[in-house]
T-cell receptor
């Protein structure tokens, strides 16, 4: 089955630093998504990418859909304490009638004020 | 609040009991998904509905699990004869149809603890 490798597993940074995390897949996806999850809450959509090569920003967040359609990265610039949480990449394909997501294992981000 | 709503937020049950969770999707979304998430892992797909039709079930969904979406709106997930290994966060998500792929929007989940 499809597998996503997300790295790093965790990061501990100082407030104000930039952060980068990425995902690679053994299979091609038609859409890449990045979610953030706080403890006890559901994942919240941050950015959705629909085309290979696409670079999209949402405030201090920037994400790119890899040209091969098998990878994506997420950058966070000038981190702040509320960026703390678990970040998940997810790939979505449209095989048949199923639009399910396959998730990475997450990157735990800790920001030291 | 027009997001995905799940009830209850927390459920503690004894092994062998049956439990049922409810999900109310975003009103204009006709696709509904159930996922399960254990500690330190990303969400894992369980099952998917388009309107009232259940179109796919994961191998994770054993015979003790059943999901319904009788009128194509809210959905229920029932676990019969719960086991300790069923302890997890159960997440519901919804998305819209239309051209192309639509991102999934998640609820805040139901945390199940089986003692």
């Amino acid at each position: 089955g499809q597998q996503l490798n997300q790295s790093p597993q965790s990061m501990f940074i100082q407030e104000g630093e930039d952060v980068s995390m990425n995902c690679t897949s053994s299979s091609i996806f038609n859409t890449w998504l990045w979610y953030k999850q706080d403890p006890g809450e559901g994942p919240v959509l941050l950015i959705a990418l629909y085309k290979a090569g696409e670079l999209t920003s949402n405030g201090r967040l920037t994400a790119q859909f890899g040209i091969t359609r098998k990878d994506s990265f997420l950058n966070i610039s000038a981190s702040i304490p509320s960026d703390v949480g678990i970040y998940f990449c997810a790939g979505q394909s449209s095989g048949g009638s199923n639009y399910k997501l396959t998730f990475g294992k997450g990157t735990l981000l800790t920001v030291n004020p | 609040d027009t997001g995905v709503s799940q009830d209850p937020r927390h459920k503690i049950t004894k092994r062998g009991q049956n439990v049922t969770f409810r999900c109310d999707p975003i009103s204009e979304h006709n696709r509904l998904y159930w996922y399960r998430q254990t500690l330190g892992q990303g969400p894992e797909f369980l099952t998917y509905f388009q309107n009232e039709a259940q179109l796919e079930k994961s191998r994770l969904l054993s015979d003790r699990f059943s999901a319904e979406r009788p009128k194509g709106s809210f959905s229920t997930l029932e676990i019969q004869r719960t086991e300790q290994g069923d302890s997890a966060m159960y997440l519901c998500a919804s998305s819209s149809t239309g051209r192309g792929l639509s991102p999934l929007h998640f609820g805040n989940g139901t945390r199940l603890t089986v003692t």
